[in-house]
């Protein structure tokens, strides 16, 4: 037997004069490779969960596909759930059975693999900003591209690469905790890491966050973890910043309306601007208003990202000499996944990460509703 019946959530190429987030999403049946067709380092997951990134909205809208992205493909890259099978060749301790969280792809052998940063591995474009074409196929027999960051986690049973893998089979992980860890692969380990382990700010800081989704919100609670003093969550949407205040926001900054972001930023900061910047909406002109009111010597996060060409941020430079900054770029919040993904979760069991606070669960067949919604999104798959 070459092939296994399953189902995914299968992205076309995009109409863009009717575009909506998710429109050319559609569940169809798919088959995937036997056990004994898997490549060297190829395992089969049986997904339990998966988070929805806004990753995933934005590479599916990228029209008439590119070399990376051949429509029609698989997305999804927060992936949970068990193993069903094992490929020749993989290296890690993994058996049948045992529960996954899965993550970004990387090499293992760059300078920055070596060094445990493989959110910038020499190779990750390749790696995870792509799918292999020919992975699946549809009931028409045509090919199905997959292994999206390793892993095309929106398919029902899919082909994961070794390197996306974390076993959490002896962190004592049970079902419940496994459907609402899928998305520690991606959003949350960015926004706490773009904290934790990028700009590291002390007690005396005034860290600002510049868009309350699950990244966000994820980086807001990590700043108070740290015993920030001041926390400003800023967004566009009022029960948002609600909900950040209850995970540790001490003011929120509503901008609707406002005509001057950077003196508005700068008063919310006690008049002399925020100290740290994280910034996810990656909206050029929230970001140059948000640097603008940065305080000397501070330091600006990038975390959001855009596709376009016009995803450029003009500074000058005598200004930025002169007041110190420092601008830090942010991948997968510099996570090394098999350490920090971990650490992770024993901050969700002590009530520091509130997990639960900004997830909601979603059967697969209401996703374009999941999309709308303002915290962070999860399906059952």
């Known amino acids: 037997m070459s092939s296994t019946s399953s189902q995914a959530i299968v992205a076309t190429a995009p109409d863009l004069e009717n575009y909506t987030p998710g429109s050319n999403w559609s569940l169809q049946p798919i088959s995937i490779p036997s056990q004994d067709k898997l490549a060297d380092g190829e395992i089969l997951v049986d997904m339990l969960a998966t988070g929805i990134c806004h990753t995933d909205i934005l590479t599916t809208s990228v029209p008439g596909g590119t070399p990376g992205f051949p429509y029609p493909y698989v997305a999804g890259h927060e992936g949970s759930g068990y193993v069903r ?5 993989v290296k890690k301790d993994i058996k049948v059975g045992d529960p996954v969280l899965l993550s970004f792809d990387s090499c293992g052998a760059c300078g920055s693999c070596a060094a445990k940063h493989p959110a910038y591995c020499a190779h990750f474009f390749p790696l995870n900003i792509a799918a292999t074409e020919g992975v699946f196929t549809n009931e028409d027999g045509e ?33 419940e905790e496994l459907k609402l860890f899928a998305p520690l692969g991606c959003g949350i380990q960015t926004g ?56 540790g926001a001490t003011h929120g900054l509503d901008t609707t309306g ?41 330091t600006f996060v990038f975390v959001g990202a855009s596709l376009s060409p016009d995803f450029v941020l003009d500074i000058g430079i ?58 962070m999104r999860q399906a059952n798959v």
């Open 85 to 89: 099978a094992i490929g020749p060749g």
């Open 143 to 175: 090919g199905v591209a997959g292994k999206f960051f390793g892993q095309s986690s929106f398919a029902k049973t899919s082909v994961v690469k070794e390197g996306s893998v974390l076993n959490v089979r002896d962190l004592g992980v049970g079902r």
């Open 192 to 247: 706490a890491g773009a904290v934790l382990r990028v700009a590291k700010p002390v007690k005396e800081d005034r860290v600002m966050v510049l868009g309350l989704g699950g990244v966000g919100l994820s980086a807001l609670m990590a700043a108070k973890m740290l015993g920030c003093e001041q926390i400003i969550g800023v967004d566009k949407v009022k029960s948002r910043i609600e909900l950040a205040k209850t995970l």
């Open 258 to 298: 406002l005509d001057d972001l950077t003196t508005s930023f700068k008063e919310v900061a006690g008049g002399q601007g925020p100290t740290v910047i994280i910034d996810t909406t990656g909206h050029v002109p929230v970001i140059k208003a948000a640097y603008n009111s940065l305080a000397s010597r501070g």
């Open 318 to 375: 005598t200004q930025h000499m002169m007041n110190g900054t420092r601008l830090l770029g942010c991948s997968e919040g510099d996570s090394f996944p098999e350490e920090f993904i971990p650490q992770l979760i024993k901050y969700y069991r002590e009530g520091n990460l509130q997990l639960d606070k900004i997830s909601k669960f979603y059967q697969v067949r209401c996703i374009p509703e999941s999309l709308t919604w303002n915290g």
